[in-house]
């Protein structure tokens, strides 16, 4: 037993950097007035300091032909992109097109999608290859006439895989078809050189790379044009009504700034860490399946599957020594639809774990998590 759970879950959320702290705490109780009340001179000021944050996020991820959008995270971008769009475009067109979509993507993604099924447009959700990616045939093949988006997550939230954004992005040009993908489990994490030719739609998320929960952003080109599904005070261009939080703006704005800066050092530091601990659990134990591609992978992520193992006390054992994830954050102890997407069974799913490894995550506590997991299979095979 650990003197206390030992945490691999960092992609379930972060923790707050101290510098991102410290960015946020003017903002607490001096330049706190609302930046859509412009009427004064604090409403005057804050509404600058808004402006002031939005330009200096769009310099650290080397923004220059597309406008962000606040919202209150990844899930709420999502549905902006999804139903802001699909909405739009039947409206301006007066057709129900098709939307392509991947069976592994976020719920965030899948769920909107589900809704805008049953209002008329036509879903098509592919599978991967049993490493989690997609092959750009099969993409080329579910293309039809009448297709105006695809949504396709850079980066998956369970097995960390990395999808081929660019060879995906250009199929969309080609075929003049939009394209949107969820990364928010990446800036920081994969060395992305020019945000604004990953998609003409971006999701990223703060509390994923170590900023405040409660505050994302929509990346979209100039000319995408949206429905809102919020209304009210027409706040961001029109798209999405409410009073923004300056205080998480700012310790957002400080997090990817920290997140770009850090990232080859930090990418190398987490990818050896990860390393040592697939190396010593698979060293230590026969049986063990790693989850998705183990190339094209996010540094932190580590998804595995032990056979021959009874899954829910697999998780039971270990829940008490190791923070970890059975699937997604969001999936209500529900099995992996993402694993299940790529072929694994039920029982392989449910025998199945997300380890995902922070910054502060030390040499010690790798050496300590496989001894917990070599022990709990030695335990739950005899």
Not at 97 to 102: A, D, K
Not at 225 to 230: D, K
Request: a positive charge.
């Amino acid at each position: 037993m650990v003197s206390s759970p030992i945490l691999l879950d960092f992609q379930s959320s972060t923790p707050c950097l101290k510098e991102v702290v410290e960015e946020m705490s003017s903002y607490w109780m001096e330049n706190f007035a609302n930046p859509s009340s412009k009427g004064n001179l604090s409403g005057l000021y804050a509404s600058a300091s808004l402006e002031v944050l939005r330009t200096k996020i769009q310099e650290n991820l080397n923004l220059h032909n597309k406008k962000i959008i606040f919202t209150s995270g990844a899930t709420e971008s999502n549905n902006l992109a999804l139903f802001g769009f699909a909405r739009n475009f039947q409206q301006r067109t007066g057709r129900y097109g098709n939307i392509i979509t991947l069976s592994t993507e976020h719920k965030a993604v899948l769920e909107p999608l589900r809704q805008l099924k049953k209002e008329g447009f036509s879903i098509t959700v592919l599978n991967p290859e049993s490493d989690g990616l997609i092959l750009e045939k099969n993409l080329l093949n579910a293309l039809r006439d009448d297709t105006f988006l695809i949504s396709i997550m850079l980066a998956n939230n369970e097995i960390g895989v990395v999808q081929p954004i660019e060879k995906i992005f250009k199929i969309c040009q080609k075929n003049n078809i939009k394209f949107h993908t969820d990364a928010a489990q990446c800036p920081g994490y994969l060395p992305i050189k020019n945000f604004d030719s990953l998609a003409n739609m971006i999701t990223l998320s703060s509390h994923k790379i170590y900023g405040p929960k409660g505050i994302g952003l929509l990346i979209m080109d100039e000319d995408i044009q949206l429905n809102p599904i919020f209304y009210g005070g027409g706040q961001e261009f029109g798209y999405r009504s409410g009073t923004l939080s300056l205080p998480l703006i700012a310790g957002f704005s400080k997090a990817i700034e920290v997140a770009i800066k850090n990232q080859e050092r930090n990418t190398m530091q987490l990818a050896k860490l990860r390393n040592n601990l697939m190396d010593g659990l698979l060293k230590k134990n026969s049986k063990i399946l790693i989850n998705g591609s183990i190339i094209n992978r996010l540094p932190h992520n580590l998804n595995l599957t032990v056979l021959d193992v009874n899954g829910s006390k697999f998780h039971k054992y270990i829940k008490y020594q190791i923070t970890c994830s059975s699937g997604s954050a969001c999936s209500n102890g529900e099995v992996s639809h993402v694993l299940t997407s790529m072929g694994r069974s039920l029982k392989e799913a449910e025998s199945s774990v997300r380890l995902s490894i922070g910054l502060s995550t030390t040499a010690e506590e790798i050496e300590n998590s496989i001894d917990v997991i070599t022990e709990t299979i030695n335990k739950l095979r005899k």
